[in-house]
Every structure is written in structure tokens, then in C-alpha cells.
């Protein structure tokens, strides 16, 4: 039996957020109204439907509320339609699926062990129980393999194609996928498959300028709203079709969720507005700089770096070629020293997931808290004699110096 409340349970989660240092790509630290909007009274309102077609009364500062988001999500993205109900960015490419895609009609989408995501065909996912999955990879570099991809768009004639990843430190140009179908559409009687980019992890970079934008060339773009983005856990659709728009908002509601989350959708609302700004613009190059200088410094310490560096907001560092430890070696000991990182496949990893060869690292959590290119280069500098000891078994004892150097670099940017 677990003897703490929740509430003591909560503090004891804020103390750890607060004293380690959040490496993990995919996480961040919104803002406070973000989080006054998802503690707030709007989650005790049933709202089934969307504005101005509910299945409830009362409904009308719900409406103002939702109609509030969907404008100012399709300000920030430049979007003509959007949804902001999908509770999960894996509930917003559930609905993509079932929108557009009958079962078992063949997608083709990026290799979760290349970096892609598990609704991106993975075997254990909806995706690739229900669908005909085609995967696609990146070359010996790391990046893309858009010869590979080309072929089997011709070779498997997909229904749809998926663009965008949860572990790839390279900028993505849209234009170029939107190129090829095209020109596969003129040699298939004009039949294009949906093009839909999943833009989850830089959907903050896009936001803020520093990453070209798919929404001229995606039918369909889904994101989540926690990562770069800097809001609310939870999802969105976009899309500049209304024909496609409302087969997208059929299948959110009533095709797979239930009553929306208002309260979620007013932090994530506050999120878009926030994102809006030129402080917001300001945090979304300093990410990048962060990332750059980060990898920068690993490689030149004659660390392996997937993909030679990064253009965005991370990197996935090979610590079993670097270090001679796996990734989930790294995770476990760099955890015991206040870092947190998640272990990570590298392209064709011998190693099997549970293990994994690297770890991802990125930098939007600290750069929310105020981190700058010095910082990270002294981080790494910690991390890098901190494997080696690991790999050398010299790290228990060493270990109370290492913390004392993490907890003084987090103090120094206080
Ligand atoms: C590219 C991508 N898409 C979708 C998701 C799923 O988001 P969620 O965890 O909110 O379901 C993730 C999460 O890591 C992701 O990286």
C-alpha cells in the first residue's frame, strides 16, 4: 500500500522536476496559466459534440472557449480547419486513420527503430494491427531515405503516407514528399495517396519560425500540444481541406472519443496564444542552438552522434559505440545523478528496444528554464566523464561529486 496522498505524492514529483535536469525530448514545462486552465472548473462540463452542435445545454462559454482555440491554433499554423479535441497526439492519428482509410488499406509511414512513431505502423498499435503497413527508413547517415521511399511508394501504391517522427534531429522539408506524390499521381491516373505529416515533436519550432511548415503541402497535419509546443498534454488536426476537415471531425467525435476535455482545450487555447509571440519565437531558436551546441560538444569529444548533429530540438547519442554501455545503462545511472534521458534505438540497432544503444536527448524543458549554449556544453562535458566512469564501474564511488556538479549547474542558471 502506498501510505502518501496524493497530494504529498505531487510535491514529491515537483521536488524531482525541480532538482533534475529534463533531457527528455518530448516533455516540458508550460507555463502557469496553461496549468491554472487544466486545473480549472471547465472539466466539470460535458460538452459531447462542437460548438454550436452539442448534445448538452450550458454549453455557451464552452463554445466560446473551443471556437477560441480552433482560432487562434489556425492563426498560429496559418490553417484554414483544425480539431482540438483529440485527448492524445495518438488519438489525433487514430482519427487521421479512420477518417480517411478504410481497414487494412496499405499507409506507409517511418520505422519506429529509424525513428518513427508507434501510430506509425508499429505492430503492437492499432496502426499496424488494422492497417497494411509499409515502412519506411533513414539511409546509413541517418537521414531519410527518400529513395527508399519513393520506390515503395511506387512498388505498394499506399493510401496514405506519413511524414514526421519522434526521434529524428533533422529539419524535414515537406515540399519535397508533397513533389513526389505528385509526380507518382501523374503516372497513376491523378489517384494521390493522403499525405499526413505528423509534426508532434517540432510543432514548437514550426510555431516559432525556425522549422519550415507542412501545412502547404499535408492534407492532414496532426500534433500533440506538450512537446516543443510548451502546452497541455493532448492533441490536434489540422488542415486547409474542409472536405477533409469534417470527415476528420466525424471521426474524433462520435468515431473514437467521447465528451471533449474543455479544460485541456483552454490551456491548449492559451498555449497557441502563447506560442504567438515574439518571446515564444525567441525560445524556439534558443532550442535549437541549445541542441546544436549540446551535440556539437559530444561529437567533439569523439562522441557518436545519430545523424552527424542535429537541426532541431535533439540528438540520439550512441553510448554503446561511444561509451561501451547500452542505452538503458546510460538512462538507469545518468538517473542516479539527477539527468533524466530515455534510452533509444539507433538505426539498425543490434541491440533489442529494452536495451538500445542510445539514449535521446533534447532541450526544450531547459531551455524553458532559462538555459543558454554554455550551460549545455558544461552538461556535457558532466555526462560524457560520467559514462566513461560508468563504462569504467568507477561511477558508484564518484558518483555524490557528480550530483554536486549537476545540483551546482542547475543552481548556476537559476
Ligand atoms: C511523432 C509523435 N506522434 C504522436 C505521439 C503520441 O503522442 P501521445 O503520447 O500524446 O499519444 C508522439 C509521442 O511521443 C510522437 O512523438
Redesign the pocket.
Given at each position: 500500500m502506498i501510505k502518501e496522498s496524493y497530494e504529498e505524492i505531487i510535491e514529491l514529483e515537483k521536488q524531482r522536476q525541480n532538482h533534475n535536469i529534463e533531457l527528455i525530448a518530448?516533455e516540458n514545462f508550460p507555463s502557469q496559466r496553461v496549468l491554472n486552465a487544466c486545473g480549472s472548473i471547465l472539466t466539470n462540463k460535458y460538452a459531447e459534440g462542437y460548438p454550436g452542435k452539442r448534445y448538452y445545454g450550458g454549453c455557451e462559454f464552452i463554445d466560446m472557449i473551443e471556437t477560441k482555440a480552433i482560432e487562434d491554433l489556425c492563426t498560429l499554423f496559418d490553417c484554414n480547419f483544425a480539431n482540438v479535441q483529440p485527448h492524445?497526439?495518438?488519438s489525433a492519428?487514430q482519427a487521421v486513420y479512420k477518417a480517411l482509410l478504410n481497414t487494412g488499406d496499405t499507409v506507409m509511414g517511418m520505422d519506429l527503430g529509424a525513428g518513427g512513431?508507434l501510430?506509425h505502423g508499429h505492430k503492437m498499435s492499432f496502426s499496424g494491427q488494422d492497417y497494411n503497413i509499409v515502412s519506411y527508413g533513414v539511409d546509413d547517415n541517418g537521414i531519410i531515405d527518400v529513395k527508399d521511399f519513393k520506390e515503395k511508394l511506387y512498388l505498394y501504391n499506399p493510401k496514405m503516407v506519413i511524414i514526421?517522427?519522434?526521434s529524428y534531429s533533422r529539419s524535414i522539408d515537406y515540399k519535397v514528399f508533397r513533389d513526389i506524390i505528385e509526380e507518382y499521381s501523374e503516372t497513376h491516373n491523378g489517384n494521390k495517396p493522403y499525405y499526413m505529416v505528423?509534426m508532434?515533436?517540432v510543432a514548437g519550432l514550426i510555431a516559432g519560425g525556425v522549422h519550415p511548415s507542412p501545412i502547404p503541402y499535408a492534407d492532414v497535419v496532426t500534433s500533440?500540444t506538450h512537446k516543443t509546443l510548451r502546452g497541455p498534454?493532448g492533441?490536434i488536426i489540422l488542415s486547409n481541406s474542409e472536405e477533409i476537415i469534417k470527415k476528420i471531425n466525424k471521426a474524433v467525435f462520435p468515431g473514437i472519443q467521447g465528451g471533449p476535455l474543455e479544460h485541456i482545450i483552454a490551456a491548449k487555447g492559451i498555449c497557441f496564444e502563447e506560442a504567438n509571440t515574439i518571446e515564444f519565437k525567441e525560445y524556439a531558436k534558443q532550442i535549437v542552438k541549445n541542441a546544436k551546441a549540446f551535440s556539437d560538444e559530444f561529437i567533439l569529444e569523439g562522441a557518436k552522434v545519430i545523424s552527424g548533429g542535429t537541426d532541431n530540438h535533439m540528438f540520439v547519442l550512441d553510448v554503446y559505440n561511444s561509451f561501451g554501455i547500452t542505452g538503458k545503462e546510460a538512462e538507469t545511472e545518468l538517473d542516479k545523478i539527477h539527468i533524466t534521458v530515455n534510452k533509444n534505438q539507433i538505426p539498425n540497432d543490434p541491440l533489442p528496444p529494452l536495451k538500445s544503444s542510445g539514449v535521446r536527448i533534447g532541450t526544450p524543458a531547459m531551455t524553458t528554464k532559462g538555459w543558454k549554449e554554455e550551460d549545455f556544453i558544461k552538461l556535457a562535458k558532466i555526462i560524457i566523464e560520467y559514462l566513461k566512469d560508468c563504462k569504467n564501474s568507477k561511477q558508484e564511488e564518484k558518483r555524490e561529486e557528480y550530483i554536486s556538479k549537476v545540483i551546482d549547474l542547475i543552481e548556476s542558471v537559476k
Open positions: 518530448s492524445s497526439g495518438s492519428n512513431h501510430t514526421g517522427a519522434s505528423d508532434a515533436h500533440t498534454r492533441g
